[in-house]
């Protein structure tokens, strides 16, 4: 007897179903990546442990994985406030720069010896510069309708490249002994780290920040007009609401909170201002914000999760020697099956019986 | 069956299919006879298109077969179909149309792998356009073609490919009755030569006009197969809904009031920058609803929208209760009482991904009632007149918090009737208001745009379907091509073929005798 596979829509997803699939998902990029692993000749069960032990065996290790969750948090709210609407700000990298930038230049000329008043200018600054970042994809999307996802992502290496003209430039630590960084801030333009750990006062942002995403989102009228634009752009013009203006409104505000990610960094953590600052957050917030399909407590549990490969993938450069990339090439992994899976929450497969002809 | 009866042309018998649960068609069984226009009628829903679909091999039945010539075949894809001898010509007829009629002819014979036969193509398309007194230009680009030729082309398309069994699928829903009766004589001429024709419709009197035989369909089920002499238009609409309807609406007179909406030389742009409305200019009354007709695409969505402040102008003036609103925000037309009920319901009236609260805030979260703390959303006040208008306009639900995607076709109207309705609007913009509802939906939307109107509404109702436009308008106006053909008032005085030909061009003024000044004047019938 012939059996051949039929693909049927899925006029609706159970719950169950809904929370089953991220697992089902990951579990299929661990097993994909597992392959990939297999192939830089480690052993993968191995290797997975080994990240674990790393990332969650220790109080250390989960401190460590709270210091890489802030920023993945931060800018996931970033990007998934965008993506709320369909914009898809790809730029948040380069937002995040802009933020750290501007911080530093704060640091630079606003010399204060008041905690407080430096640390607010320094995260105004840095809101207003991620936003203004942001802002340009948007007005060009909205004067001219000029895709975003190319310009948010060029402007990612102007960003970068610019921040690096200044930490080899003008804003080179003269006692760095020819290192490109910035001088180290001052004790006042840090952000205070909890216990002995490295854990900042970032996790309060990112915090307040995921619970004004949701307060926004489900309570405002902004919210609301976000979510119809989102959603179907042609009844939201219809029911008056301008798509320009939010376009603008919503680029400025994702540029900032990507700029508060990067001021966070760098004062919270780094406290300097160094080239490759952020290694790739603001892309890895783009999978975050996807994976937890832009829901405010889905980013922080995908963040966590993130956190813990990072953690975990440095433990096992350590350990088993393996390249940046094997980590990177987990994560791809991750993206591409959270994507292939989408197909099942729109199709079932069934399996029928073939009649003879 | 005995051998001195021929086998019918098809035989369906004992067809069942089911989508996720759903049964769209079972235990139907349909016949087509050699020379004969068999009618399927029945409700959106009834199982027409999906039988259709089967028939011509898009879909596979569950159960049931299929005998063409008394010989059983199993159709796994339209090709399959095809070379059975079966033609579908589709309500969206596939044409390309940046190539001519002959080449849109030609596109995916099979027998001409590599170069076109050109001469040998139109040779055979004159000799079809001969037997069948089809006429279109086989040189014309298809882009050039009204609506209804494009249908001609999608038939001799068929034709062409030696269809015995022609499938039309609501085949005048997008013609003018001068067209319709055109298409008929066509029909007629494939009967004739003793092909089989299956005719899908719900309009009941063409289905009289046409048919030899009707099958009725019901919740995917057959209710029977009658004679064209045995059939009535009450008792084909009462097998087709399952119960007695009646056809006349009662419409009481009423005395028009001021004017609320005046739109004057108003020129509108279309989507890729063509002028869609052309110098047009109406009056629309308190307590009045004014038809305007028109084959759909001739600009009656881009005034619409225009009047309803959401598409941009490029001349002319809006005034509503006058108040001058041309460049304004449509959010100001909102504010002015302007209602749409727009053409597309899924695509633009309704957000069908947001639940059934967030559909009734869609055009009305910005007022102060809906509002909290300036900032906020007031979903609690939202939600309390939720129930109110899904209780008043009966909108069947399962609960205010389920997205609208899984309300019905005519729940989903009812719906944005709701909203659109339930605040006397000064001004009712609607278009295709009944389009693709059942039976007892359209009764309901018709019912409810005249009480609006009673209350004190002026109506705007848009529609291709002439028996809407007559049986509820007060006044009659014509569009074609954007521009106004005129404006008939008295609608009992008009006749089908005065408006048929007014929509197909034919300005009003002649119509009129010389004597009278061209403008918005009565007329009399036409004879």
Known sequence: MKYRIVFRKRFRTGMIFEGVLPVLSVLAALFLAGVALMFFGVSPLEA?????????????GFSEVLVKTIPLVISGVAVGFAFRMKIWNIGAEGQIYMGALATAAAVRFLQSSSQFSMLLAMAVAAVIAGGFWGCIAGV?????????????????????????????????????????????????????????????????AAIVLVLIFRLVIRWTRWGFEIRAVGENPKAAEYAGIRYGRNVVMVMFVSGAIAGLAGMTEI???????QPGMSPGYGYTAIIIAWLARLNPWGIIIVSFFMGVLLVGGETIQVIMRLPLASVQVIQGCILFSVLAFEFFRNYRVLLVRKERN | MSLSVPAPLVMMRGIEKSFVGAKANSDIDLDLRRGEVHTLLGENGAGKSTLMNILSGL??????????????????????????????????????????????????????????????????????QERYGIHVDPHAYVWQLSIGEQQRVAIIKTLYRKADILILDEPTSVLTPQETKALFQTIRQIRQEKHGVIFISHKLDEVIDISDRITILRKGRKVATIPVQNASKESLAEMMVGRRVVFQIGKTLQNPGKVVLKAKDLVVRGG??????????????????????????????????????????DDGAIVVDGVELQGKPSREFQKKGVSYIPADRIGTGLVTGMNIRENIALRKYWRKEFTRFRFFVHWENIAGRTGQLVERYSVVNPGLGFPARMLSGGNLQKLMLARELADDPRVVLAVQPSWGLDVSATLFVRETLLEQRDRGSGVLLVSDDLEEILSLSDRIAVIHKGKLMGIVEDPDSASEEQLGLMMAGTSLAEFLPDDVPPGHVPVRAVP
């Open chain 1, 48 to 60: 997975y442990r080994a990240m674990f032990r790393g990332a969650l065996g220790s109080w250390y």
């Open chain 1, 140 to 204: 060009l999307k909205a004067r001219w309708n000029v895709n975003e996802v190319i310009t948010t992502l060029m402007l990612n290496y102007v960003a970068i490249h610019l921040a690096e003209y200044f930490i080899y430039g003008p804003w080179r630590d003269p006692s760095s002994l020819g290192f490109p960084m910035t001088p180290p801030f001052p004790p006042s333009a840090r952000l205070p780290q909890f216990l002995d750990t490295r854990v900042h006062l970032g996790i309060v």
């Open chain 1, 267 to 273: 004062a919270g953590l780094q406290g300097r201002l």
């Open chain 2, 59 to 128: 879909y596979t039945p569950d159960d049931g077969s299929i005998f063409i010539e008394g010989e059983e075949r199993k159709f796994r894809t339209p090709r399959d179909a095809i070379s059975a001898g079966i033609g579908m010509v589709h309500q969206h007829f596939m044409l390309v149309p940046t190539q001519t009629v002959w080449e849109n002819v030609a596109l995916g014979l099979e027998d001409q792998p590599f170069s076109l036969d050109k001469n040998s193509i139109i040779a055979k398309v004159r000799d079809i």
């Open chain 2, 272 to 313: 890729r920058g063509i002028v869609c409305v052309d110098k047009f200019s109406l009056e629309l009354r308190q307590r009045e609803i004014l038809g305007l007709a028109g084959v759909s695409g001739n600009g009656q969505e881009e005034l619409c929208d225009a009047l309803a402040g959401i598409r941009q102008i």
